[in-house]
Each structure stands twice: as C-alpha cells, then as structure tokens.
Nanobody, 116 residues
Framework: QVQLVESGGGLVQPGGSLRLSCAAS????????MKWYRQAPGKEREFVAH????????SYVDAVKGRFTISRDNAKSTVYLQMNSLKPTDTAVYYC?????????WGQGTQVTVSS
C-alpha cells in the first residue's frame, strides 16, 4: 500500500536550517509529482512546495521562496525539503502528499519548531 514517511523535523533557532525527508513506497515514485504542506497550530493546512515527477517543474508558496528548496531522488524514492533562514512563523507540522487516481495520500507529518 501507499506509504509516505516524513523525517528530519526538530527544534531549531531562528535563522537555522533543517532538511526534511519523505520516503515513499507502494507506488511508482518516479512517475509522480510530490508536494509538501504544513499545518501550524490553530491554522489550516497550507501548500508549501511542489515538484514534478522529473524535477523539471517546481513551485513554492510566496512565504518560503528564496529560503526553502524542494528536491527529489527518484532512485531512493525520496523527496526533500531543505529549509534555510527559518523563522518562528515556519513552526508547523510538515507533511508530504501524493495524488494517485484522484485520491490524496499523506504522511504522518514531522514537527518543526523554530524558537529561541
């Protein structure tokens, strides 16, 4: 079955960096575009970044442009989110998502806390 497992979250000071990973299985990863979302306390889940199956098309929400970088390794069936210059407003649970056959599949999420 489809599985998405996020890792790499943690507590970091403002201005710091983290790299999130999402390991995928149960589907043809190399043919699937992938997305990162986040959900802050008391807020709705929001789109963060998208990468096409080949990595040729990438997009970001304005709030993270210039600070976050999405990438993928199709040989490892893993998508990454490199997060630099982190701000307290980036604090959230981060999820990866894939859409297969019109259905959304989500990972369990990884907590990112940006605080001094």
């Amino acid at each position: 079955q489809v599985q998405l497992v996020e890792s790499g979250g943690g507590l970091v000071q403002p201005g710091g960096s983290l790299r999130l990973s999402c390991a995928a299985s149960g589907f043809t990863f190399s043919l699937s575009s992938m997305k990162w979302y986040r959900q802050a306390p008391g807020k709705e889940r929001e789109f963060v970044a998208h990468i096409s199956s080949t990595g040729g098309t990438i997009s970001y929400v304005d709030a993270v442009k210039g600070r976050f970088t999405i990438s993928r390794d199709n040989a490892k069936s893993t998508v990454y989110l490199q997060m630099n210059s982190l701000k307290p407003t980036d604090t959230a649970v981060y999820y990866c998502k894939v859409i297969l056959g019109g259905r959304d599949y989500w990972g369990q999420g990884t907590q990112v806390t940006v605080s001094s």
